[in-house]
């Protein structure tokens, strides 16, 4: 068992995934045929001539983005229904075929250049599933993908992120495409290497719902058969719940999962949700965008939880995210901004005592807080380290205990009901060899007092 420990203690990430997961906020911006059809799966016998945004403007889309703190977005350049953002040269169903500026236009052209203009990351969504190329179900379409992928990976400078969805309708149908995955990957590693591969790749894993809430215990040390590609999930429209099997398991990286582990891989988790019910936009959803209520408790359950949040802001008809949408996410960055401006421990002093096991941190500021938030980070280049912390507080001469959670990771964030005081504890009673603590913040959330 300690030699497991030890090995899991010094998995670490690698430069491409330490960048992302520093991100924190990343949006998927669905947009395509679906926004025209008003379906969210497309069967890829759409009629192109569909496609004609009225005002599309790119740089309104990554302002919007930008302005509610999201540092990368992905674009999804192909849907399952094959329609292409941009004009490949490998098939006729994309926008070349569209009115919109007269099949002169490229879609994925203005998001890079947009992305550029505000400095923030750029990704492709290019869905394996495709519904409308005629190669679907044979061998030939291999060739199609890895050289629909080129274009993209060439074509528009840097890529910071490809997700490759695991979705497949093809069951009933009986069609079965085998995808040669290390080809994909070889070609990305090669063309763009600062790229993190997603959800069927080796570098971010799919958390397992779409709900926009993370697991409670979320180790990014998981055991190295999580890589294999048959076990990603894949159909995973209807999943609310992590489901029990396999990577949607409520915990993946516990000592009794990784003690059987042949081996063990840092595999990051991404939550992604959409702003709305729909992935794509519906104008029947206008009045069901989520409230910046609703955004601020999923911030704190998923970049809360060691994970990188995906929210999806889906492009309307005109090519714009709606005002609705804007006017959500203004709230939610405000609500975030005003948590995290004042961090109460900002004067405190803090002794770090590490024992055989435990390591136990002591803090004491000069006039008692009042809190109700706890935000604590390990330092990751070195690892995810801890199992457990508590959070004890001193009132009246007596030590009590605040708060209790497994994981951290990059970061955890818990909140509670609001506490006054001015001596306080840290305890780490478990921890995988010596943890390294990057910081530890408290706040106070309006909303929760
Ligand atoms: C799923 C897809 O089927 C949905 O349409 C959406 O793109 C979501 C992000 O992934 O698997």
Redesign the pocket.
């Known amino acids: 068992e300690s030699d497991i420990i030890r090995k899991a203690a010094n998995v670490r990430p690698s430069a491409r995934q330490l960048r992302w997961q520093q991100l924190e906020l990343t949006a998927?911006l669905?947009f395509g045929i679906n926004t025209f059809t008003g379906r969210?799966?497309g069967d890829g016998t759409e009629d192109p001539k569909l496609f004609n945004p009225s005002s599309l403007d790119a740089r309104q889309w990554i302002r919007t983005c930008k302005e509610a703190g999201f540092k990368q977005v992905i674009l999804?350049a192909k849907?399952?229904d094959g329609f292409c953002l941009w004009p490949s040269q490998y098939t006729e169903h994309s926008v070349k075929s569209s009115p919109w500026k007269a099949g002169n236009g490229d879609v994925v052209k203005e998001v890079a250049e947009a992305c550029r203009e505000y400095g923030i990351g750029f990704g492709i969504?290019l869905?394996p599933?495709d519904r409308n190329s005629p190669y679907f179900g044979s061998a030939a379409y291999n060739d199609y993908f890895i050289n629909q992928l080129t274009e993209l990976l060439t074509q528009y400078g840097q890529i910071d992120e490809l997700?490759f969805?695991?979705?497949n309708?093809e069951e009933e149908t009986g069609k079965k495409q085998v995808y040669e995955f290390n080809k994909w990957y070889t070609l990305i590693r090669k063309l763009q290497p600062k790229a993190v591969i997603a959800v069927m790749g080796p570098d971010v894993r799919w958390v397992g719902t779409?709900t926009g809430y993370g697991r409670e215990t979320e180790w990014s040390v998981v055991p190295g058969d999580a890589l294999l590609q048959d076990k990603i999930a894949?159909?995973?429209?209807k999943v609310t719940e992590f489901a029990p099997a396999n990577m949607m398991d409520d915990d993946l990286g516990s000592i009794e999962k990784i003690s059987k582990a042949s081996s063990l891989v840092w595999y990051p988790a991404e939550i992604?949700v959409?702003i709305r019910p729909g992935?794509?936009y519906h104008e029947e959803e206008d009045h069901k965008v989520k409230s910046p209520e609703t955004l601020m408790d999923i911030y704190l359950s998923s970049v809360g939880r060691n994970g990188v949040l995906?929210l999806?802001l889906p492009p309307d008809k005109r090519g714009l995210i709606s005002d609705y949408d804007i006017k959500a996410l203004k709230g939610f960055k405000a609500k975030l901004d005003e948590t995290f401006a004042n961090d109460l421990l900002k004067n405190a002093s803090m002794k770090t005592k590490h024992g055989k096991d435990t390591t136990i941190i002591t803090i004491a500021v000069p006039n008692a807080i009042e809190f109700n938030t706890l935000l604590l980070q390990e330092d990751i280049r070195k690892g995810q380290r801890v199992t457990q912390f508590e959070l004890f507080y001193k009132q009246e001469g007596i030590w009590k205990k605040a708060i209790s959670g497994t994981t951290i990771g990059h970061k955890r964030i818990v909140t509670f009901k609001t506490i006054k005081a001015d001596e306080l504890r840290l305890i780490l009673p478990q921890t995988r060899l010596k943890p390294f603590i990057s910081s530890i913040g408290l706040y106070s959330q309006q909303s929760q007092l």
């Open positions: 998927f669905h969210e799966w999804t849907h399952h969504y869905s599933w997700w969805d695991g979705a309708g779409e894949a159909a995973s429209q992604d959409s992935w794509f995906l999806n």
